[in-house]
């Protein structure tokens, strides 16, 4: 499902405007100035934490609202995102807060209930669940509530997400298909540092409260050369990474350094040409897209994280199926994390990595 103002089939307009609304000529001047991401100009070497701290500078220049909070955000946070930031904009732009999820989301919500822009950090997504009262029955139900008189758009919540070699089962986890089960809210989670800035940017100005997931992995492992002006990459709408006839390949997040390498084996030992699209958007996802791909290819394997069972990944099985059946070459494959919690001494088995997803490869296209 889309976030459009059209009409699902059977579904009254008024029902799906009241619940999201896309950005017109009347939201902020700083929303509709930033262009597109921009293919010249400037650039600079940055990763992924860099990128969001550039990001959030962006944002706090442009939007004298705009204020930035978390655990130790002020310190420039666990991850650093936030390094310099206290410094350039004052201590009641960027600032602590008590270490209180629940407290943390209540406050945002609040800010941005004022018509302000509420940038606010939960320190690793793992702990978001405290908070998810507020996010699933406050923040994703206050415009529709309402009736569209009140929102809280402008406001966002960071969260670093998923494995990262040493996390252990309470600082490795994505938990994007729960949130993803909230009409309401936005789920983001970017694959670089380029889409990151860009991401972030058009989240922190979206209309709509937005759950912006950042894989720690990459936080320095994932360098670009990012542009420094301010520029964002639409939401909702996916990215096709590598143009391909035999498999199309679906991800976000971290799980695309994963699959561009077993992208690469496939063609390499076997020649099989995979489309590989980054959904870049969790919720609304881009169904248009994939849907395309897979009446190409026929075939269609899934990757991400998060266990298996309930996973994101089947609900894009789900719509794929009623979609794309006729055109379906061989049986659509999930490749996931497994149904336990995530280990620590067991991550290397427990994670779908790029051998795992090669075999999904070879198995759909020799089917």
């Not at 509709?32 to 991401?37: D, G, K, L, Q």
């Amino acid at each position: 499902m889309s976030f459009s103002t059209k009409a699902a089939r059977g579904v009254p307009r008024r029902l799906l405007v009241r619940t999201f609304r896309t950005s017109t000529s009347t939201e902020s001047s700083a929303a509709a100035a930033a262009p597109s991401c921009p293919l010249d100009g400037p650039k600079r070497k940055m990763n992924l934490f860099t990128a969001v701290n550039d990001a959030m500078r962006v944002a706090l220049r442009t939007d004298k609202d705009a204020v930035i909070f978390g655990e130790d955000v002020a310190f420039g946070g666990v991850f650093r995102c936030t390094m310099g930031l206290r410094e350039e904009f004052g201590d009641d732009r960027v600032f602590n807060t008590p270490l209180c999820e629940q407290g943390i989301a209540g406050f945002a919500i609040g800010y941005a209930v004022m018509g302000k822009t509420a940038i606010a950090e939960i320190q690793f997504a793992d702990y978001i669940y405290p908070a998810i009262d507020q996010i699933i029955n406050e923040a994703a139900k206050f415009r529709y509530r309402s009736g569209s008189e009140f929102d809280c758009g402008g406001l966002v919540f960071r969260a670093p997400c998923g494995a990262v070699g040493h996390g252990g089962h309470y600082h490795s986890q994505s938990p994007e298909a729960y949130l993803a089960h909230t009409p309401g809210v936005k789920v983001v989670m970017p694959r670089s540092p380029v889409e990151a800035k860009g991401l972030l940017l058009a989240s922190i100005r979206d209309p709509n409260p937005v759950i912006f997931l950042e894989p720690k992995a990459l936080y320095r492992t994932s360098v670009e050369e990012v542009p420094e002006g301010d520029y964002e990459i639409e939401l909702s709408k996916a990215h096709v990474m590598r143009q391909g006839s035999d498999v199309t390949v679906v991800g976000w997040g971290g799980q695309l350094r994963v699959l561009e390498q077993a992208c690469d084996m496939a063609y390499e030992k076997a020649g099989i040409s995979c489309e590989l699209i980054d959904l870049r958007t969790v919720y609304p996802w881009d169904a248009a897209t994939v849907e395309r791909s897979v009446k190409k290819t026929g075939r269609l394997v899934v990757s991400h994280e998060a266990p298996k069972t309930a996973g994101f990944g089947a609900e894009i099985v789900a719509d794929m199926t009623e979609k794309c059946f006729l055109h379906l070459e061989a049986p659509i494959t999930r490749v996931c994390g497994y149904d336990t919690p995530f280990p620590l001494v067991h991550e290397k088995y427990y994670l779908p990595d790029k051998n795992k997803n090669f075999e999904a490869i070879l198995r759909v296209a020799g089917f």
